[in-house]
T-cell receptor, first 111, second 111 residues
Framework: RKEVEQDPGPFNVPEGATVAFNCTYS??????FFWYRQDCRKEPKLLMS???SGNEDGRFTAQLNRASQYISLLIRDSKLSDSATYLC????????????FGSGTRLLVRP | DVKVTQSSRYLVKRTGEKVFLECVQD?????MFWYRQDPGLGLRLIYF???????EKGDIPEGYSVSREKKERFSLILESASTNQTSMYLC??????????FGSGTRLTVV
């Protein structure tokens, strides 16, 4: 079983749609959670951290469910520029800063 | 903003060559990482360093070594390049619990 699992997609949605991505992780000791965005042939960039209480940044909302070891990302009012791959990322639950990356969910927003 | 610079965006090397990939960060971060990214496999940790001259193997260290002689510079060395090391190589650094900052990546092709 992969340590971080994501649906690879692609999710193909029209502009203005709301889309949600889910991710599960296997290590119950993980304490830090992130969503990264990666454009084609570019490096991953931090989109947002995910906090236990849930957090929002503009059109993006992240939720964490520790009991189910599940993280979600909701994108409202999708823009063409949101087309990218979204990586779910967790730490290893030890004292290091090593992170584990999911393989990503690809989003295509069409006009 | 933290800047992580990788010396080459694209590199083509021959089988058996010794290859050096350089990474420099400008924010005095202690922790630096080398990942490779392959389609369907996501990002996999090769090596990381938590201080000058301190290093630890990641999940896939075979065929690689690293050097960290100065805090700002973390080098990845392919001792004898092979075709299965054709990949995108990503360097990252981190301070605190705020997620990684990645370099722009080096796309290495071994022929």
């Amino acid at each position: 079983r992969k340590e971080v699992e994501q649906d690879p997609g692609p999710f193909n949605v029209p502009e203005g749609a709301t889309v949600a991505f889910n991710c599960t992780y296997s290590n119950s000791a993980s304490q830090s959670f992130f969503w990264y965005r990666q454009d084609c042939r570019k490096e991953p960039k931090l989109l947002m951290s995910v906090y236990s209480s849930g957090n929002e940044d503009g059109r993006f909302t992240a939720q964490l469910n520790r009991a189910s070891q599940y993280i979600s990302l909701l994108i409202r009012d999708s823009k063409l520029s949101d087309s990218a791959t979204y990586l779910c990322v967790v730490n290893r639950g030890d004292s290091s800063y090593k992170l584990i990356f999911g393989s990503g969910t690809r989003l295509l927003v069409r006009p | 903003d933290v800047k992580v610079t990788q010396s080459s965006r694209y590199l083509v090397k021959r089988t058996g060559e010794k290859v050096f990939l350089e990474c420099v960060q400008d924010m005095d971060h202690e922790n630096m990482f080398w990942y490779r990214q392959d389609p369907g496999l996501g990002l996999r940790l090769i090596y990381f360093s938590y201080d000058v001259k301190m290093k630890e193997k990641g999940d896939i260290p075979e065929g690689y070594s690293v050097s960290r002689e100065k805090k700002e510079r973390f080098s990845l060395i392919l001792e004898s390049a092979s075709t299965n090391q054709t990949s995108m190589y990503l360097c990252a650094s981190i301070s605190g619990n705020y997620g990684y900052t990645f370099g722009s990546g080096t796309r290495l092709t071994v022929v």
